[in-house]
């Protein structure tokens, strides 16, 4: 069985400050992970994952996620957040494909919203 | 290269009716997803083919969805008789399977709005 936990609903930064969306993952297996991010009436987009190769993994807008697997966290972060970051961002966790052919849980999404 | 396509778009209909979505994959991806995405929630996994057999329907309701996925390409969903619970935003996924094993990331369609009244 696998899950997922998004500590946080609802993230506020101004912007140019930092991001932080917390992730802690549960798996029976050694998981392959993924930040998806959606933006209003948009599809789901992938920002990064990580499968099982570089545990510091770097995605797209700036956006990066260290996997730790002593804490089964998968943050993400970014440096200085911009006003178009504001959207709803998951974490999803993959099983290996060769047992349960790469079945997706998503948490329960976080919104970030950012100031001016 | 194209995405996933779905549609429609939008659906509005009284409970009890019935409906029905489209969803097309990236052409060559075996695993084609549906998700039912509740507003404030995240999405919650219905069914998931690999090629044209079901992997997971454990979440799925039976007694009043279905999904089928002829020639392991097109998929559809059915829901008959809707009810006003069944009132989400429907998301189709595909992911491609490499003969070295494993999958690549899943990519996602614009998703069908459907509101039951």
């Known amino acids: 069985a696998q899950s997922v936990t998004q500590l946080d609903s609802h993230v506020s930064v101004s912007e140019g400050t930092p991001v932080l969306l917390r992730c802690n993952y549960s798996s029976s297996y050694s998981p392959s992970l993924f930040w998806y991010v959606q933006h209003p009436n948009k599809g789901l987009q992938l920002l990064l994952k990580?499968?099982?190769?570089?545990?510091l993994v770097k995605g797209i807008n700036g956006f990066e996620a260290e996997f730790k697997k002593s804490e089964t966290s998968f943050h993400l972060t970014k440096p200085s957040a911009h006003m178009s970051d504001a959207a709803e961002y998951f974490c999803?966790?993959?099983?290996?494909?060769?047992?349960?052919?790469?079945?997706?849980?998503f948490g329960q999404g976080t919104i970030l919203t950012v100031h001016p | 290269e194209a995405g996933v396509a779905q549609s429609p778009r939008y659906k509005i209909i009284e409970k009890r009716q019935s409906v029905a979505f489209w969803c097309n994959p990236i052409s060559g991806h075996a695993t084609l997803y549906w998700y039912q995405q509740i507003l404030g929630q995240g999405p919650k996994l219905l069914i998931q083919?690999?090629?044209?057999?079901?992997?997971?329907d454990s979440q799925l309701p039976k007694d009043r969805f279905s999904a089928e996925r002829l020639k392991g390409v097109d998929s559809t969903l059915k829901i008959q008789p809707a009810k006003l619970e069944d009132s989400a935003v429907y998301l189709c996924?595909?992911?491609?399977?490499?003969?070295?094993?494993?999958?690549?990331?899943?990519?996602f369609g614009q998703g069908t709005r459907l509101t039951v009244v």
């Open positions: 990580y499968t099982s190769a570089a545990t």
């Open positions: 996924a595909s992911s491609y399977s490499p003969k070295t094993g494993g999958e690549t990331e899943a990519f």
């Open positions: 999803v966790v993959r099983s290996p494909g060769g047992t349960s052919y790469g079945k997706l849980t």
């Open positions: 083919f690999q090629n044209n057999g079901v992997v997971d």
